[in-house]
């Protein structure tokens, strides 16, 4: 099994880390996106890094290798302790991290023309860290069914991401 993600939106950091590590940052105390109210998807093994970039680059009609924009860490606040053993209270040793996914990204894809998003969706699913035979698969393929045009939420201009975990996940 790989790592877990979960997607959401959060109007500012302070809010972000509350809802999805715990108040003030105590991964101990966290509960879920969902009791914390928070508009979440639990997006599996969608990780934000390379496979929703990659989604972003083919939407912008540019290479991967071209994305200039990456998600930030914002949890576990770096920098990450390289070499050194963590100690069992560092978050570091938790496996959980928050990154605030670029407002551009969020953009491009809003801005997707419905017509494009069946060919998109459709390179999208050939790249190796995608497993198409997921929920939306009909007879193992990737159903691309037609879907609503994405809106940017107007009361909330940041976009979360974050691996899901016991404390953190439904």
């Known amino acids: ?3 877990l993600y979960d997607y959401f939106h959060a109007t500012d950091h302070t809010t972000a880390v509350n809802q999805a590590i715990g108040p003030d940052g105590d991964w ?9 109210g928070a ?16 989604l972003v680059a083919y939407a912008k009609g540019i290479p991967f290798t071209d994305q200039q924009d990456a998600p930030t ?3 576990p606040e770096p920098p990450y302790p390289q070499g050194e053993p963590t100690a069992p209270d560092s978050p570091w040793g938790t496996g959980l991290i928050l990154q605030q996914l670029p407002d551009r990204w969020r ?7 419905v017509d494009a ?10 790249i190796e860290e995608v497993d198409p035979g997921g929920p939306g698969a009909v007879d193992g393929r990737p159903s691309l069914l037609p879907v609503q045009p994405l809106k ?19």
């Not at 998003?117 to 050939?126: D, G, I, K, L, S």
């Not at 940017?152 to 439904?170: D, I, T, Y």
């Open 117 to 126: 998003v069946p060919m998109v969706a459709a390179q999208w699913y050939q």
């Open 39 to 54: 508009d979440w998807i639990d997006a599996k093994c969608l990780d934000p890094n390379v496979v929703l970039g990659q």
């Open 1 to 3: 099994m790989g790592v």
């Open 107 to 113: 953009d491009i894809l809003a801005a997707l023309p």
């Open 73 to 75: 860490l914002i949890w």
């Open 152 to 170: 940017p939420p107007e009361h909330s201009p940041c976009l979360w991401a974050s691996p899901a975990s016991s404390a953190v996940s439904s």
């Open 28 to 36: 101990l105390r966290g509960t879920s996106l969902e009791e914390t």
